[in-house]
């Protein structure tokens, strides 16, 4: 997609939040295998406006320009990538969370049968 460089710029910023977003939904549910989040403002190494997200040997590079205007889209492919690469069987609930989130929670519940 053609996007002008406020677009772009502002479809990366709205990226980022939307991945930090679900990592940190992760960290504040589950103690448990690593999520690691980078993007091209922080890292150089990185292409423009690109966020790199690490889950075990895993990894998705997701560039901004291809996500302009689909958040919802980006947050649904996000969270599948996520699943698909989180160990959740080593992962535990975080004891004495005020609020785990549903989405995540119902996961562990999945991969994790019987346990509570």
């Known amino acids: 997609m053609d996007a002008s460089g406020h677009e772009l710029y502002f479809a990366h910023q709205r990226a980022v939040q939307t991945i930090h977003g679900l990592v ?14 980078a993007h091209s403002e922080l890292d150089q190494s990185l292409p423009e406006h690109s966020i790199r997200v690490r889950a075990g040997d895993a990894e998705l590079l997701i560039d901004s320009a291809d996500w ?5 889209e980006l947050e649904e492919h996000a969270l599948a ?15 004495a969370a005020r609020r785990y989130d549903e989405v995540w929670m119902q996961a562990w519940r999945d991969a994790n049968p019987g346990r509570r």
């Open 24 to 37: 940190v939904r992760y960290r504040l549910a589950f103690i448990g295998p690593r999520i690691d989040v």
């Open 68 to 72: 302009v205007g689909r958040r919802t």
């Open 81 to 95: 990538w996520l699943l698909e690469h989180v160990d959740l069987r080593a992962a535990r609930p975080r004891p």
